[in-house]
């Protein structure tokens, strides 16, 4: 078994709902880019994959900017003169500004109202809203509610600390044949919020899961990270590894019902680029591709000019593009495990063929060889077609997706023409 045959023994439906209960069991928890929250969910994905959990103290420098101080929260709420709480954090993580600072004060509506934020287009929904790196405090609430609160004083109570403590990561590595890697990174700083970014954090894991279990090539490494801040704190405490990745993905958003899309690294024409485009091009179903922009997820980091690394991201419907993006409305019923289960296929296509794609140097190259006389040449179809094509373009500089693309045959079965060549000491692998 290897991760192509993972790829062929996988139910995606199946693995779809093992990934919907992780969600599910995550979601409840009021994760930061740093704080308790972030440790317990580390603690749960513990218990499918051996990740370590890695501190960085507050203060510590990565690059331009610096790890910021720890936030955990207990509780909050805002109570009416009645002694009615009118907002809940117990109801609802989203109800409180991420990150905000300990308040214990009393407030006229006027003063109140500007410290909440609401979707006044969309009445119904708690916004979430963060304020990491300039001090304030705030509540998010429905437009609804707010259009309700009458004139009077209100008591607020956040009972957060904004201290000294450390930024947590998870990390995990699976040694493959290869020291080559591919790197998998997803983010998981956000609280009760379902496709950003706990369906990116559940594909992974599952990913980890499976891939630990079966031989390969390439090793994996597979980081959990706060967005932004986790991906810059990464890159400037490992520095010296990133010349190992080979191949990278960050994902997030990938549980809604949307069609897959994926955003290609800012190289244009690296490997992942291809092999993803392919697998989406030949998916028969419906897909997105777009070019890299400095504009997203984690991918910003990993694609800045002094990394320029070859990673791409995969999604569903684009970050942005969805109008329960960063909403109550991104909840367990915004994401699928049908959709889960379909984005995690992907992913393991996209693995097989990279797995997979090797370049080879015809050692006869002048004229065919002649098949016939070492038996692989009986009448011409499909696997004589796909001989034919890996000799010709074993030039070592065509790679068997290369030739994939060219020929329009099924990259299954140039790789099972390529092996047969090889056995019979037609073609050798190029070695880099
Ligand atoms: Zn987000």
Redesign the pocket.
Known sequence: MNITGLKKSIVPEEVGHEMYSLIAELYPICRSITGDGYRQTMGILQRHVPLVVHEVPTGTKVFDWVVPKEWNIRDAYVKNSKGEKVIDFQKSNLHILNYSTPVHRTFSLKDLKEHLFTLPDRPDWIP?KTSYYKENWGFCLSHNVLIHLEEGDYEVVIDSTLKDGSLSYGELYLQGESTEEILISC?AC?PS?AN??LSGLSLATYLAKRIGSVPHRYSYRFVFIP?TIGAITWLAMNEEKTSKIKHGLVLSGIGDRGNVSYKKSRRDMAEIDLVACHVLQHSGAAYEISDFSPYGYDERQYCSPGFNLPVGRLSRTP?GRYPE??TSADDLGFVRPESLGDSFDKVLAILSILENNRTYINLSPKCEPQLGKRGLYSSIGEDELAMLWVLNFSDGSHSLLDITERSGLEFNSLQGAAHVLSEHGLITERLK
């Open positions: 979430y983010h956000h919020l950003d970014n967005g970050y993006y960063h």
